[in-house]
């Protein structure tokens, strides 16, 4: 939240500007950069209308949050009104989205969309918006999971007339979706007081909306038998939901004329791509249309299989391999979700693919003939391996060569560690994977980072995290030889030497050994808390604490990073893989096994001066504090 007070204090700074400069002055403290000027010209125009009518409703004592920070997400509803019920006297919420738009049109294939002339793709229609931050809300924050009815939402286009947006309302209307026009603003006014008291200040009621304790987010892989199964287990907010019924348009636009189109949504770590995937899978699995879900990841399959699959095969027969289509005929399926499709490779062959289906035929291609619509969700900075080709520009290309339309989604918010884009931003900066270099961590309220001295300091810390509830797991860069798996009953081998410190490297196989969870599981099995997990067996999941060594094959000197080849292990790299591809992908590997956290970040680094340079970027954080 950038700033709580009473719409009469608001509607009076925002007269003397004062409210503004506070506005930006706090968003540069939360995001590390200037709002942009759509943004500070959205603040300078909304909130005004929003402060006048609220006044001019005799409201001037309800408390308003401006720019509220949904839980465990960087999504930022426009405003919160806290203020009591007036018949009730219980404690009542509004959450209202503001538009500066004069005209909107409600999209042709679906009303929850709209169209407006300043984009040229779909955006969600506001009234379906703002319900389901609603809806969020009452999913994560405490003060009001037990209370629902407590929350209502509206959306509040102070700039337009009926004729200009009335065809908005082609979606159904509820209590936690309106819409007033600048046109109705009377009935937006009455809509208010028949929700908000007069009478009482709304102090105590936005005291314990910020005081509601944060409800955790529904884990991926808990959730997905039910999702597959059942329902929809997950809220989709904004763009997550464009691009979500923009495949389900585009599979009832297939359905109805034998047309084929290609959707790719793009994101960073968290963004909710993988729930994206999930949601889309369980709809089509319930309408009876023919889906699959594939990856290039074995871990994640295979715990998509285990999880999502455990009592129905034929629910574990829906998670395949992007090498799984070489013999499959065009258009046999209705909808190919691609998840993780950073990952695609050149070709589907490998030394073990019969002479028989080497067709030469690429990847990318196999898997966009085998769907009416093929749907890739992937995040460009994610690449960790040589032969990993699953870019927006692959994928446009690959439809442009067969004359095919393809609809790219970006995904803005993310719900990984912590919601906090500070953090995801600090990362990219620290690693060079963004111009402008390493900068001082800011602690914010959404994620924790600290340092550690030593490995042991780290495992330590990670154990008292767990003994309070929490999850965690360590993971390493490939710095260190991995020893042939052991037989039952033997002891795993402590490959990860660190001093007086060594531990076991995850499993490779797929089979427990000596109460280690296989390779797949890794991630997600409580018993991988205590094997140093890499990349690969990292990448698409997330825990609460993650616990991450960074190897010497990533060692800052003087004043940038330096990467030293030598001194990984991993077998991926081929003397043929150039120094700029070991670089970026090693730097890539780090960015994933930093942004596995949900809570927070603790690392330790091999090297001394790389610790040093750690300690001051995140502001010299005593040990005290870390073994605590």
């Known amino acids: 939240m950038l700033f709580r007070e009473s719409a009469k204090t608001i509607a009076a700074r925002a007269l003397d500007t004062s409210l503004y400069l506070h506005l930006t002055e706090q968003f540069v ?3 590390g950069h200037r709002p942009n000027a759509a943004e500070a010209r959205s603040w300078q125009r909304s909130i005004p209308a929003l402060a006048a009518a609220l006044n001019d409703a005799g409201l001037g004592e309800v408390e308003v949050m401006l720019e509220y920070a949904l839980p465990l997400n960087s999504k930022r509803a426009d405003a919160v009104l806290a203020g009591v019920h007036p018949a009730t006297g219980e404690p009542s919420y509004v959450v209202v989205e503001l538009k500066q738009w004069s005209q909107a049109e409600p999209d042709e294939d679906d009303p929850a969309l709209c169209r407006i002339d300043a984009y040229a793709h779909p955006v969600l229609n506001p009234i379906e918006q703002v319900r389901r931050y609603c809806e969020y809300l009452v999913n994560f924050n405490g ?19 009926e004729f200009g947006v009335g065809g908005l309302r082609a979606i159904e209307l509820d209590n936690r979706g309106q819409m007033f026009t600048g046109e109705r603003r009377g009935e937006f006014i009455d809509h208010l007081r028949a929700r908000l008291s007069d009478k009482v200040p709304g102090a105590r009621a936005a005291d314990e909306l910020q005081a509601g304790r944060t409800v955790p987010s529904k884990q991926l892989m808990s959730v997905a038998a039910q999702e597959v199964r059942e329902r929809e287990q997950f809220v989709l907010l904004d763009e997550q939901q464009v691009a979500y019924r923009m495949v389900l348009n585009a599979v009832r636009k297939a359905k109805r004329s ?17 729930v994206i995937a999930l949601s889309l899978l369980g709809e089509l699995y319930r309408q009876g249309i023919p889906a699959l879900h594939a990856t290039g990841s074995q871990s994640f399959t295979k715990t998509m299989r285990k999880v999502a699959g455990t009592r129905k095969r034929e629910v574990q027969d829906l998670f395949k391999y992007f090498n799984s289509f070489m013999t499959a005929e065009q258009n046999s399926l209705d909808v ?10 050149e070709t589907s062959a490998n030394r073990y693919t019969p002479a ?14 085998v769907a009416r619509v093929p749907v890739f969700l992937l995040d460009e900075h994610q690449v960790v391996r040589p032969g990993e080709m699953g870019t927006v520009e692959d994928i446009k290309a690959a439809a442009a060569a067969q004359g095919l339309d393809c609809h790219v989604v970006a995904l803005e918010s993310q719900f990984r560690c912590g919601g906090s884009d500070a953090y995801l931003r600090w990362v990219v900066r620290l690693l060079g994977l963004q111009p402008g270099g390493p900068v001082v961590w800011e602690p914010d309220d959404r994620m924790q980072l600290l340092v550690a001295d030593s490995p042991e300091e780290m495992e330590a810390f990670l154990e008292a995290r767990r003994a309070h509830g929490y999850g965690a797991r360590m993971s390493a860069g490939y710095c260190w030889l991995w020893s042939p798996e052991p037989k039952p ?10 001093g007086d ?3 076991p490297w995850n499993l490779r196989g797929e089979r427990s050994v000596s109460g280690a969870p296989p390779s797949a599981l890794w991630a997600t099995d409580p018993a991988g808390f205590g094997q140093v997990g890499c990349v690969y067996t990292a990448q698409g999941f997330e825990y609460d604490w993650s616990g991450v060594i960074i190897g010497p094959d990533l060692v800052w000197r003087g004043d940038r ?3 030293d080849r030598t001194q990984s292990k991993d077998p991926v790299f081929r003397k043929s893989t150039s120094d700029d591809d070991v670089d970026r992908l090693i730097r890539n590997t780090y960015k994933v096994l930093l942004t596995r956290g949900m809570v927070g970040t603790i690392v330790y680094s091999t090297d001394r001066e790389t610790r040093e340079k750690l300690r001051k970027l995140v502001g010299g954080v005593a040990r005290e504090s870390v073994v605590a």
Do not use: F
Not at 149 to 158: E, N, P
Not at 258 to 271: D, F, I, R, S
Not at 489 to 498: E, H, K, T, Y
């Open 29 to 31: 403290h939360m995001h």
């Open 143 to 161: 003060a009001v999971a037990e209370h629902p009815d407590r929350v209502s939402g509206v959306a509040y286009l102070h700039n337009a007339t």
């Open 258 to 274: 034998n047309h084929k189109e290609v959707v790719v949504v793009t994101g960073g770590p968290g963004t909710g791509k993988s």
């Open 336 to 345: 190919l979700i691609c998840d993780e499709a950073h990952r695609i490779r």
């Open 356 to 369: 028989a289906q080497r067709t030469g035929k690429r990847q990318i291609d196999e898997l966009i003939d």
């Open 489 to 498: 009953g033997d002891p795993l081998p402590a490959d990860v030497v660190i």
């Open 501 to 503: 410190w060594a531990r």
């Open 561 to 563: 990073w330096i990467t």
